[in-house]
């Protein structure tokens, strides 16, 4: 099976996984898969995506976000609990995030949110039976990416747009990257954040992006040809 172009049905076993999950020690299921003992199978249709080192999920329409381990995702402080930061995500559960879970915290460096803050984190877990847990630091507990994010613009965009724009080398990004200098953090709960150096700047790379949703690669281009001259005028 080609885990790039296979198109996999629900109850499926992904056969290709566990031949993976055999030689490599880690390996990273996303949307759209489980595993069942040593099996692992599809709860989605759609085709079975692929990325190193090791992270697979399917991609499907689907409109509400089910979080997966490893997922980046933004997230809005609706509150907090104790030592505990609530936050939504788009998901059928509310997820948390304590306050140790950001580079340089600790229980008399705490970090300062307040509801309607937007972050920009990764699922720590995520099943059935546990709201998910989020953090702001990677493995070497460095923020990276992560974190608060500060004014800028927030949108909410299809999931399938999410997951699109963060494949390594997409070229969307690549070709507004020509356009004008900008910072974006996208999730793949179909949520985006964009700053560049003016309002008019920032809205015009909003619309651009959300136009790229039933864009083809091909038509890519015109799009962001077309932003520049947006600005120019």
Same mark, same amino acid.
């Given at each position: 099976?080609?885990?790039?172009?296979? $198109?996999?049905? =629900? &109850?499926? %076993?992904?056969?290709?996984?566990?031949? #993976? /999950?055999? !030689?490599?020690?880690?390996? $990273?299921?996303? =949307? &759209?898969? %489980?595993?069942?003992?040593?099996?692992? #199978? /599809?709860? !989605?249709?759609?085709?079975?995506?692929?990325?190193?080192?090791?992270?697979?999920?399917?991609?499907?329409?689907?409109?509400?976000?089910?979080?997966?381990?490893?997922?980046?995702?933004?997230?809005?402080?609706?509150?907090?609990?104790?030592?505990?930061?609530?936050?939504?995500?788009?998901?059928?559960?509310?997820?948390?995030?304590?306050?140790?879970?950001?580079?340089?915290?600790?229980?008399?460096?705490?970090?300062?949110?307040?509801?309607?803050?937007?972050?920009?984190?990764?699922?720590?877990?995520?099943?059935?039976?546990?709201?998910?847990?989020?953090?702001?630091?990677?493995?070497?507990?460095?923020?990276?990416?992560?974190?608060?994010?500060?004014?800028?613009?927030?949108?909410?965009?299809?999931?399938?747009?999410?997951?699109?724009?963060?494949?390594?080398?997409?070229?969307?990004?690549?070709?507004?990257?020509?356009?004008?200098?900008?910072?974006?953090?996208?999730?793949?709960?179909?949520?985006?954040?964009?700053?560049?150096?003016?309002?008019?700047?920032?809205?015009?790379?909003?619309?651009?992006?959300?136009?790229?949703?039933?864009?083809?690669?091909?038509?890519?281009?015109?799009?962001?040809?077309?932003?520049?001259?947006?600005?120019?005028?």
């Amino acid at each position: 099976m080609d885990s790039s172009n296979a $198109i996999v049905m =629900p &109850g499926e %076993r992904i056969t290709i996984i566990e031949e #993976v /999950a055999k !030689k490599e020690k880690r390996v $990273i299921l996303g =949307p &759209g898969l %489980r595993r069942l003992d040593d099996t692992v #199978v /599809a709860t !989605k249709a759609g085709p079975l995506r692929h990325k190193e080192p090791g992270t697979y999920w399917i991609d499907n329409y689907q409109r509400r976000y089910m979080p997966a381990r490893g997922d980046l995702v933004l997230g809005i402080i609706k509150g907090k609990a104790g030592d505990q930061y609530r936050v939504e995500i788009g998901s059928a559960d509310i997820a948390s995030i304590s306050y140790l879970a950001f580079e340089a915290a600790t229980k008399k460096n705490r970090p300062d949110l307040n509801p309607g803050d937007i972050i920009y984190a990764r699922v720590l877990n995520a099943s059935a039976d546990i709201e998910p847990e989020l953090v702001c630091v990677n493995s070497n507990g460095k923020r990276g990416k992560l974190g608060l994010l500060a004014d800028g613009f927030f949108f909410k965009c299809t999931l399938n747009l999410g997951r699109l724009l963060l494949r390594e080398n997409c070229p969307a990004l690549a070709a507004l990257t020509r356009e004008l200098p900008y910072e974006i953090a996208i999730g793949v709960n179909g949520r985006i954040w964009v700053k560049a150096n003016s309002l008019r700047e920032t809205m015009a790379l909003s619309n651009a992006i959300l136009t790229m949703e039933q864009a083809g690669y091909t038509e890519i281009d015109k799009i962001c040809d077309s932003l520049g001259d947006v600005l120019q005028a």
